[in-house]
């Protein structure tokens, strides 16, 4: 089963976002479940509102990850798990060692960017235990138009993992679906194109897997 983390050392990166995006897309082909191991429990809280068909599975995990993660047994094909915004925290260190790719995503902003080198060494700390690790940042909430998007990627080749080719472009659908506890597949002409990157970058990631 392989294993995504979704990690980041600041707040607000999207982790949550493109973790149940991600999910609920490989879940239309295969069990798929997501291990919330952020206290802060959105992605708990979005499965909360999420109808009662949704076809995902969403379990707490903050209190100690690698136990959730054995509780769930071999009933899944794909297994995300949603980090909180710290490397600091136990959740994304226990995260990284049970992890086959971690996902970074940043935003186009210099903050983010700096708070990401420290993102760095915790993965080449966590390739001491887990040797197979992967990584690969992703830029969120890009915007064509904005000069530090246009940076952005320049920006990250100063860093030593690599960077998706997919970039997740800053749109509404993203926050609307969340509202609904629906997700940018369920939404349509009006998700299309949110709905077509998030499959880019699965195709992307699988490259990685
Ligand atoms: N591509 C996007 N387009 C538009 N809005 C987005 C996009 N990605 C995330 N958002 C919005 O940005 C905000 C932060 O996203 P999210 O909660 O997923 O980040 P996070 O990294 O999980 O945050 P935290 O670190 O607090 O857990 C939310 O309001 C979300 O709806
Ligand atoms: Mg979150």
Redesign the pocket.
């Known amino acids: 089963m392989p294993v995504i983390a979704?990690v980041?050392n600041?707040?607000?990166?999207?982790?949550?976002?493109?973790?149940?995006n991600l999910a609920t897309a490989f879940a239309s082909k295969s069990p798929t479940v997501i291990l919330d191991a952020?206290p802060?429990q959105?992605s708990l809280q979005w499965r909360g509102i999420a109808d009662e068909n949704a076809i995902i599975d969403v379990y707490e995990a903050n209190h100690d990850v690698n136990q959730a993660y054995h509780n769930i047994g071999n009933q899944y094909t794909n297994c995300l798990i949603?980090?909180?915004?710290s490397v600091h925290s136990e959740q994304m260190q226990q995260a990284l060692r049970i992890a086959d790719l971690a996902i970074i995503?940043v935003q186009p902003s210099p903050l983010d960017i700096w708070a990401t080198v420290h993102v760095e060494s915790e993965v080449e700390a966590a390739r001491k235990d887990n040797p197979n690790l992967k990584a690969l940042l992703l830029i969120?909430?890009?915007e064509t138009r904005t000069q530090l998007s246009k940076i952005m990627r320049r920006a990250l080749a100063e860093l030593s993992l690599p960077a998706a080719e997919t970039q997740?472009?800053?749109?509404?659908?993203?926050?609307n679906s969340?509202l609904e506890g629906r997700t940018v597949h369920d939404f349509g002409k009006r998700g299309a194109q949110?709905s077509e990157e998030i499959h880019q970058l699965i195709q992307e990631m699988e490259n990685h897997l």
Request: with cysteine; glycine share 12%.
């Open positions: 979704l980041g600041k707040g607000g990166a999207g982790k949550t976002t493109l973790c149940v952020d802060q959105s949603d980090c909180p915004p995503p969120n909430q890009f997740v472009k800053r749109r509404a659908v993203y926050r969340f949110a």
